[in-house]
């Protein structure tokens, strides 16, 4: 009986096979006859080659290759195209006439490296880099520890769709907020006032020792909440019978977190700390960019890479220090990736 | 209960600076100056959105701003979804593709050899700029692929096939409608990026005043107000009267007041909805992990 079954399911299969490809055929004769009158010739030739040919294959299937296009072309064109751009490094651009522009190998890079500019970008981008990595990184997960400490309600909602703000506003925004809060009149020199009353006001905004810690400050400001959304659900999903086995050993909430919260995040913990490393040269143009000013020496790559290049037209020069960026970039996340295989056997590419 | 007051903490240090800034924006200008603004307006006025929303320029960079999101939005859903909808097919060569498609999210180009491309294929300081480089992201595709591939049985592929569907009606009646979460998911994805982006016109259509987006003009005002304090300062060093210097700078530089209205202009609209979006942007990390 069950034999009998699958027999004529296998039939019903294959004829249905047949149908649809009948359909498809007919669908695509049509098009091609529109197209080209040379291809209705060879059409029914190729029916008959069908499981063979891989251009009939393509025929039969060209609708769904036609999906692709688009796809294809603009992944050509805005990710492909400019990395074949990236030959500019090794050119003397003349942007007139890009293409008879002369190769002058190494050139720009050793511009580069004699710069005095350049040393400092790169220790400024390594520093903020590092910041990042020791003050930004750990933060959500103390976060998250600390919120998952609230007993399930309101209250933890709603502090988690606040803390969620600050996410989704532009980064522009953020940085605005900090300059009125921070200006000469804003609330903090209002607050120091209370302090300090025979002071003049702070102008924290032209302060060069004040431009670091306020770009950690509204990184740290800007992802808290929302970084803690991967570790929160990760806590959510450990065995609350493990909980119940602590409080029967006499566990208090402190050693229940100590022995069992973070041991069971600590994979995700180390996996997110390798892509940070990995990001590490990667540093925040826009809120560096924005929290600039005349009063401010304070360039990475990112933002010598712009003034160079789009304000100061050294378009060989600026891509050079872009491909160094990007270079040193892969090379870390390949060696994190790399390290993370050996720790974890569990590759992140 | 330490826990709580660090939460209490938390909250109050994410809500203050809005709400500052929010007191300001609805506080009267030159009452304003006087300082000392908090939590709440002295002198309630809605003068200030008065004077922005009767600004043309406002007007014409909001329009710039959603004409872009609306376009790069459809167009982008469009692109992304057909390209993860074919790599579902497992045809011949869909490996290659997603090699393909994968080697642009580990080396990248850069802003200057994009600025060239654009430069030569014309769309340095062309609105198009905003659109089309935007269209195609690939992480977007494999989350989009993956719903498809999780969510959409192969089952109803195959019934559509033997009712005699073509390839087209498939997409455009059965995989799409079933595909709405995601739809939803990526769209917002598209939007709150692209409303909130203002590197692109820094780098890319600084040229064409015509293109500015409301979130570049807030860049120019927070310049600006940056200015205005290094002025002040300069005044002061100098011995000078701080009230002339800032009275000076008031004439081509906007009042506290109207920056501050300008950040509630462009956050209002995230602000509104993203309490309700949170859940479609926590998919996408919990989606994030489902590489390749």
Same mark, same amino acid.
């Given at each position: 009986?069950g034999?009998e079954q699958?027999?004529?399911?296998?039939n019903?299969?294959?004829?249905?096979q047949?149908?649809?490809?009948n359909?498809?055929?007919?669908?695509?004769?049509?098009?091609?006859?529109?197209?080209?009158?040379?291809?209705?010739?060879?059409?029914p030739?190729v029916?008959?080659?069908?499981k063979t040919?891989?251009?009939?294959?393509?025929?039969?299937?060209r609708?769904t290759?036609?999906?692709l296009?688009?796809?294809?072309?603009?992944?050509l064109?805005?990710?492909?195209?400019?990395?074949?751009?990236l030959?500019?490094?090794?050119?003397?651009?003349?942007?007139?006439?890009?293409?008879?522009?002369p190769?002058?190998?190494l050139?720009n890079?050793k511009?580069?490296?004699?710069?005095?500019?350049?040393?400092?970008?790169?220790?400024?981008?390594?520093w903020l880099?590092?910041?990042?990595?020791?003050?930004?990184?750990?933060?959500?997960?103390?976060f998250?520890?600390l919120?998952?400490?609230l007993?399930d309600g309101?209250?933890?909602?709603?502090?988690?769709?606040?803390s969620?703000?600050p996410?989704?506003?532009s980064t522009?925004a953020v940085?605005?907020?900090?300059?009125t809060?921070?200006?000469?009149?804003?609330?903090?020199?209002?607050?120091?006032?209370?302090f300090k009353?025979?002071?003049?006001p702070?102008?924290?905004?032209?302060?060069?020792?004040?431009?670091?810690?306020?770009?950690?400050?509204?990184?740290?400001w800007?992802?808290?909440?929302?970084?803690?959304?991967?570790?929160?659900?990760?806590?959510?999903?450990?065995?609350?019978?493990?909980y119940?086995?602590?409080?029967?050993?006499?566990?208090?909430?402190?050693k229940?977190?100590?022995h069992?919260?973070?041991?069971?995040?600590?994979?995700?913990?180390?996996i997110?700390?390798i892509?940070?490393?990995g990001?590490?040269f990667?540093?925040?143009?826009d809120?560096?960019?924005?929290?600039?000013?005349?009063?401010?020496?304070?360039?990475?790559?990112?933002?010598?890479?712009?003034?160079k290049?789009i304000?100061?037209?050294?378009?060989?020069i600026?891509?050079?220090?872009?491909?160094?960026?990007?270079?040193m970039?892969?090379v870390?996340?390949?060696?994190?990736?790399?390290?993370?295989?050996?720790?974890?056997?569990t590759?992140?590419? | 209960?330490?826990?709580?007051l660090?939460?209490?903490?938390?909250?109050?240090?994410?809500?203050?600076?809005?709400?500052?800034?929010?007191a300001?924006?609805?506080?009267?200008?030159?009452?304003?100056?006087k300082g000392g603004?908090?939590?709440w307006p002295?002198?309630f006025?809605?003068?200030?959105?008065?004077?922005m929303l009767?600004d043309?320029n406002i007007?014409?960079?909001l329009?710039?701003?959603v004409?872009?999101?609306?376009?790069?939005? *459809?167009?982008? =859903?469009?692109?992304? #979804?057909?390209?993860?909808?074919? $790599?579902?097919?497992?045809?011949k060569? !869909?490996a290659?593709?997603?090699?393909?498609?994968?080697?642009?999210?580990?080396?990248?180009?850069?802003?200057?050899?994009?600025f060239v491309?654009y430069?030569?294929?014309?769309?340095?300081?062309?609105?198009?700029v905003?659109?089309?480089?935007g269209?195609?992201?690939?992480?977007?595709?494999?989350?989009?692929?993956?719903?498809?591939?999780?969510?959409?049985?192969?089952s109803i592929?195959?019934?559509?096939?033997?009712?005699? *569907?073509?390839? =087209?009606?498939?997409? #455009?009646?059965i995989?799409l409608? $079933?595909?709405?979460?995601?739809l939803? !998911?990526?769209?917002?994805?598209?939007?709150?990026a692209?409303?909130?982006?203002?590197?692109?016109?820094l780098?890319?259509?600084?040229?064409?005043?015509?293109?500015?987006t409301l979130?570049?003009?807030?860049m120019q005002?927070?310049?600006k107000?940056?200015?205005l304090?290094?002025?002040?300062?300069?005044?002061?060093?100098?011995?000078?009267?701080?009230?002339?210097?800032?009275?000076a700078?008031?004439?081509?530089?906007?009042?506290e007041t109207m920056?501050?209205?300008?950040?509630?202009?462009?956050?209002?609209?995230?602000?509104?909805?993203?309490?309700?979006i949170?859940?479609?942007?926590?998919?996408?990390?919990?989606?994030?992990?489902?590489k390749?």
């Amino acid at each position: 009986m069950g034999k009998e079954q699958k027999f004529k399911a296998e039939n019903l299969e294959k004829n249905a096979q047949t149908k649809t490809e009948n359909l498809v055929e007919n669908v695509t004769e049509k098009e091609v006859a529109l197209k080209n009158a040379a291809a209705e010739k060879e059409a029914p030739a190729v029916s008959t080659v069908r499981k063979t040919s891989a251009g009939a294959y393509f025929k039969k299937h060209r609708a769904t290759y036609l999906f692709l296009l688009p796809g294809i072309i603009c992944c050509l064109i805005f990710h492909y195209l400019p990395l074949a751009g990236l030959s500019m490094a090794f050119m003397k651009v003349d942007i007139l006439d890009l293409f008879h522009s002369p190769w002058i190998g190494l050139e720009n890079f050793k511009k580069i490296i004699s710069m005095p500019d350049f040393t400092k970008a790169i220790f400024n981008t390594a520093w903020l880099g590092f910041l990042n990595i020791i003050i930004k990184f750990p933060a959500p997960i103390i976060f998250a520890l600390l919120l998952n400490e609230l007993k399930d309600g309101i209250g933890k909602r709603f502090t988690q769709t606040v803390s969620y703000l600050p996410y989704f506003i532009s980064t522009i925004a953020v940085v605005g907020l900090a300059v009125t809060l921070f200006s000469s009149d804003g609330i903090v020199n209002e607050i120091r006032s209370y302090f300090k009353p025979n002071e003049e006001p702070m102008y924290y905004l032209l302060e060069q020792k004040c431009f670091v810690p306020m770009n950690v400050g509204l990184v740290v400001w800007k992802n808290l909440g929302w970084s803690s959304v991967i570790y929160l659900a990760t806590i959510s999903g450990i065995d609350a019978a493990l909980y119940e086995a602590a409080i029967i050993d006499g566990a208090g909430r402190f050693k229940q977190c100590l022995h069992i919260t973070i041991p069971s995040i600590i994979g995700t913990v180390i996996i997110l700390l390798i892509l940070e490393i990995g990001n590490l040269f990667k540093t925040n143009f826009d809120i560096i960019y924005g929290l600039q000013n005349s009063a401010i020496d304070y360039e990475v790559i990112s933002t010598m890479v712009y003034k160079k290049g789009i304000q100061g037209s050294q378009y060989g020069i600026a891509t050079a220090l872009s491909l160094m960026e990007g270079l040193m970039s892969l090379v870390l996340v390949l060696a994190t990736n790399f390290i993370s295989k050996r720790l974890n056997d569990t590759s992140l590419i | 209960m330490f826990v709580i007051l660090f939460m209490l903490f938390i909250v109050a240090l994410t809500l203050f600076p809005y709400l500052n800034v929010l007191a300001k924006a609805f506080n009267d200008s030159a009452d304003a100056a006087k300082g000392g603004i908090k939590l709440w307006p002295r002198k309630f006025t809605l003068e200030n959105f008065k004077q922005m929303l009767s600004d043309k320029n406002i007007y014409h960079a909001l329009y710039i701003t959603v004409a872009r999101v609306v376009l790069v939005t *459809i167009g982008a =859903l469009l692109v992304q #979804f057909m390209t993860a909808y074919a $790599l579902t097919r497992k045809l011949k060569g !869909t490996a290659l593709f997603n090699i393909f498609f994968l080697i642009p999210m580990f080396i990248t180009g850069g802003t200057m050899a994009s600025f060239v491309l654009y430069k030569y294929i014309g769309l340095l300081n062309n609105f198009w700029v905003y659109v089309l480089p935007g269209l195609f992201t690939f992480y977007n595709v494999i989350v989009i692929r993956s719903y498809i591939q999780t969510s959409i049985p192969e089952s109803i592929i195959e019934a559509a096939h033997i009712d005699g *569907i073509s390839e =087209l009606g498939l997409f #455009f009646k059965i995989i799409l409608p $079933l595909s709405k979460p995601i739809l939803a !998911t990526v769209a917002l994805w598209v939007m709150v990026a692209n409303w909130n982006d203002w590197t692109t016109t820094l780098y890319f259509a600084s040229r064409n005043k015509d293109l500015e987006t409301l979130q570049y003009k807030l860049m120019q005002t927070i310049q600006k107000s940056a200015q205005l304090q290094k002025d002040i300062k300069a005044a002061l060093i100098e011995g000078g009267d701080v009230e002339a210097a800032k009275k000076a700078a008031s004439k081509n530089i906007p009042p506290e007041t109207m920056k501050s209205t300008q950040i509630i202009i462009v956050t209002v609209p995230i602000i509104m909805v993203y309490p309700f979006i949170q859940k479609y942007f926590t998919k996408g990390i919990t989606l994030g992990a489902v590489k390749g």
